[in-house]
């Protein structure tokens, strides 16, 4: 077991201007904030995280993002726009992380307890068989249980520099860390999380819900997912202190919000971008 004390535990939020089905995406309003305020203020409840760094791209498209840091006092490191592996492994580097947090800008609803548990997976882990790389869930085609838009992933700085080392497709470095948990046979424990091994020889560690509620559709990709977000939020009524299970209550009790959704796809591990190709 590692304690955290001694760790640099840095969030790396990532986001681009540029998004395919929904441009501008992360600046745009989400009850009187940009969304990307959301997901800094989210994660910074986290009781473990050090520090948040928000990692957008060198490309002028992107200085909407860098103004908007400069101007509310949020880190910004600015890199390769469509190797975005890259981009984690430099802003690491610079901000000389123990522990690496993934957390996308298109998350508003992350929740901090989350985070921590995420975390929790890699510093708890046993001295002889550590955790090199931990998430609440994985991309399809692998299962999940908690929603999507409470996306966590985690990993050692040894594993990002292998995989900033060592990963050749598109894919990896389009999606930041598959390289870590590619082809991984994972077996579920008691607690009902699960462990395994992957195919490049990296052991994860995936936190799992009790209850499957893998299905539900909590991130902002489309339009769609954006009106689902502003009729989300305006329910909230303990907006600096809600938890998930606070957002699940909402939407169970107004079935109606998912509709509005519903028919949006999931992005799978490999899918890329097609301009990156170009």
Not at 83 to 103: C, G, K, M, P, S
Not at 134 to 147: C, E, I, M, V
Request: aromatic share 6%.
């Amino acid at each position: 077991m590692t304690t955290t004390k001694n760790l640099n535990i840095v969030a790396i939020i990532q986001g681009r201007m540029s998004s395919s089905r929904l441009p501008g995406k992360v600046l745009l309003d989400l009850g009187g904030k940009p969304m990307l305020q959301r997901v800094v203020d989210r994660v910074a409840l986290s009781r473990l995280v050090s520090q948040i760094v928000v990692a957008t791209s060198s490309d002028p498209s992107d200085d909407p993002i860098g103004r908007y840091c400069l101007e509310h006092n949020i880190a910004c490191h600015r890199g390769s726009l469509h190797d975005v592996l890259d981009r984690f492994e430099t802003a690491a580097e610079h901000y000389n992380a123990d522990l690496i947090v993934r957390v996308t800008a298109d998350c508003p609803f992350i929740d901090p307890n989350v985070i921590d548990q995420v975390i929790q997976l890699i510093t708890d882990s046993p001295v002889d068989q550590p955790i090199d790389f931990s998430a609440n869930r994985l991309p399809p085609p692998f299962h999940r249980t908690y929603p999507i838009g409470l996306d966590v992933e985690v990993c050692t700085m040894d594993a990002l520099k292998n995989a900033w080392t060592n990963a050749k497709e598109q894919f990896h470095h389009e999606h930041v860390m598959p390289f870590l948990y590619e082809d991984v046979e994972l077996r579920t424990l008691a607690n009902g999380n699960q462990v395994g091994k992957s195919k490049n020889a990296f052991l994860v560690a995936i936190l799992n819900n009790q209850t499957d509620f893998g299905e539900k559709r909590w991130t902002v990709d489309t339009p769609e997912d954006h009106q689902f977000a502003q009729q989300l939020m305006s329910m909230i009524k303990n907006i600096d202190s809600y938890t998930w299970l606070d957002l699940l209550q909402i939407v169970q009790d107004h079935p109606e919000l998912e509709g509005i959704n519903a028919d949006v796809r999931h992005k799978s591990m490999k899918e890329v971008d097609e301009r990156a190709k170009k």
